[in-house]
């Protein structure tokens, strides 16, 4: 072979390679990947693993529509096992490696928090669909389940207003969401009138299961002459063993409800729902919600699952808002890049299952109604309120270090913890 025929073929070479590149970026460039980061086993599996499958859904039912700018949605779905830091990592490999748009993911505060860093020094965005306990605001963030007052607080109104409590049980998971949620409920209550001695607080681990001590200890506190009632922020696996444990020892509704924050229709799945009629939960949705727009939802979903019995829940509309905002607001801007969508997502308005609309706000909260359920003996809700949509409180009332703070990630304040006392930003929202 000659030097010319050598070169001529390096070059060729050289020119084939490039080319083959050239169409490997083509066709990596020709989706748009979405990051689901939701846990699939631990824990967390029992609530998060319905919605990887919801998220698979909406995207699936986009890419039948046509995509979205023109391209196809690819959804990378990673399982970080309900270990909060493996979320972080998780959150960075999906930003970082596999180049998503954005990612829709947690349940738990504590998830939510271990990734809030990589997403604030990624610019990248996080759609968080559970409820919350405020106390926070990111520029990178959108909080599409409940704030505290549209959710926790309206429930412990709806005990006292509607059912006469006088003292309250607050038990939860032993971490930031059920502690922050409390501190705020312990704080409401005693500006509603009810004495310290009147609250009981109590916390337990993930996964806990022998709850024989802490239900006799409820009975207890509850036979002191006083309607009582638990309000309940156990998280988890958890709750199955709780529910059991309140059947074993009798403890009825008519005599201590107990209303739950992370309580809906999948956890229900698990259970014998006849001893627990007439308890409470406290949600944005319920998949008894009696709307054309909720049949349809629930319609495609069991067509996608392809089975008939799998439940929707609440953290699964506000993960249908939160991409249906996404979206709209990528078509608005041109493009998925995040700048560009934070500046055209607040303001967005799209259904919710309830058949009215979510705003996605300058505090990037949303619209929501709240919604009080008693369980039934099918493991569905009957709605007994619901509210108009309220606008989520991402900083407490009730709270002194946070009752004068505001979050406007619009431009020119672009704040997340703006103090209207003081007139200053005091930094990041978190």
């Known amino acids: 072979?000659?030097?010319?025929?050598?070169?001529?073929?390096?070059?060729?070479?050289?020119?084939?390679?490039?080319?083959?590149?050239?169409?490997?970026?083509?066709?990596?460039?020709?989706?748009?990947?979405?990051?689901?980061?939701?846990?699939?086993?631990?824990?967390?599996?029992?609530?998060?693993?319905?919605?990887?499958?919801?998220?698979?859904?909406?995207?699936?039912?986009?890419?039948?529509?046509?995509?979205?700018?023109?391209?196809?949605?690819?959804?990378?779905?990673?399982?970080?096992?309900?270990?909060?830091?493996?979320?972080?990592?998780?959150?960075?490999?999906?930003?970082?490696?596999?180049?998503?748009?954005?990612?829709?993911?947690?349940?738990?505060?504590?998830?939510?928090?271990?990734?809030?860093?990589?997403?604030?020094?990624?610019?990248?965005?996080?759609?968080?669909?559970?409820?919350?306990?405020?106390?926070?605001?990111?520029?990178?963030?959108?909080?599409?389940?409940?704030?505290?007052?549209?959710?926790?607080?309206?429930?412990?109104?709806?005990?006292?207003?509607?059912?006469?409590?006088?003292?309250?049980?607050?038990?939860?998971?032993?971490?930031?969401?059920?502690?922050?949620?409390?501190?705020?409920?312990?704080?409401?209550?005693?500006?509603?009138?009810?004495?310290?001695?009147?609250?009981?607080?109590?916390?337990?681990?993930?996964?806990?299961?022998?709850?024989?001590?802490?239900?006799?200890?409820?009975?207890?506190?509850?036979?002191?002459g006083k309607k009582t009632a638990v309000v309940s922020t156990i998280n988890g696996d958890a709750n199955v063993p709780f529910y059991k444990e309140l059947g074993n020892q009798g403890v009825k509704a008519t005599d201590i409800p107990v209303v739950a924050f992370s309580v809906g229709e999948e956890e229900l799945a698990g259970l014998d729902t006849k001893p627990l009629v007439g308890h409470l939960a406290a949600w944005n949705y319920f998949e008894s919600v009696d709307t054309p727009i909720n049949k349809k939802f629930i319609k495609e979903w069991h067509a996608y699952t392809k089975n008939d019995k799998r439940v929707t829940n609440d953290p699964m509309e506000a993960a249908y808002i939160g991409f249906n905002a996404w979206v709209k607001a990528v078509e608005a801007a041109g493009t998925t890049d995040t700048d560009a969508v934070l500046d055209h997502i607040i303001g967005v308005s799209v259904p919710n299952l309830s058949g009215g609309t979510a705003t996605v706000m300058p505090n990037h909260h949303i619209t929501k109604p709240v919604l009080i359920g008693e369980i039934q003996a099918n493991g569905q809700f009957e709605i007994v309120q619901q509210t108009p949509e309220v606008v989520g409180d991402e900083w407490s009332d009730f709270l002194p270090d946070s009752k004068d703070l505001i979050s406007d990630w619009r431009k020119p304040m672009n704040c997340g913890n703006f103090n209207v006392a003081t007139g200053k930003c005091g930094g990041k929202g978190s």
């Open 1 to 224: 072979m000659n030097l010319r025929s050598t070169i001529t073929g390096a070059a060729l070479g050289a020119v084939m390679a490039a080319s083959a590149a050239f169409h490997g970026a083509v066709a990596a460039d020709d989706t748009i990947k979405v990051g689901v980061l939701h846990s699939l086993s631990g824990t967390m599996a029992i609530s998060e693993t319905t919605l990887k499958d919801a998220m698979l859904m909406l995207i699936d039912e986009q890419n039948k529509k046509g995509g979205l700018l023109g391209k196809k949605l690819e959804a990378v779905v990673v399982d970080p096992a309900s270990d909060w830091p493996l979320f972080a990592e998780k959150a960075r490999e999906l930003i970082e490696k596999d180049k998503v748009a954005a990612v829709f993911g947690c349940w738990t505060s504590s998830s939510r928090k271990s990734v809030l860093p990589v997403f604030e020094e990624l610019n990248s965005l996080l759609f968080y669909p559970v409820q919350y306990e405020g106390e926070e605001s990111s520029r990178n963030i959108f909080y599409t389940g409940a704030a505290p007052n549209q959710q926790a607080i309206p429930a412990v109104d709806y005990l006292m207003n509607t059912e006469g409590v006088k003292r309250f049980v607050l038990e939860g998971t032993d971490y930031v969401y059920p502690r922050t949620t409390n501190k705020i409920l312990e704080a409401y209550l005693e500006s509603k009138g009810i004495p310290k001695e009147d609250i009981l607080i109590n916390y337990t681990p993930f996964g806990f299961s022998d709850w024989q001590t802490e239900v006799s200890k409820i009975k207890e506190f509850g036979a002191a």
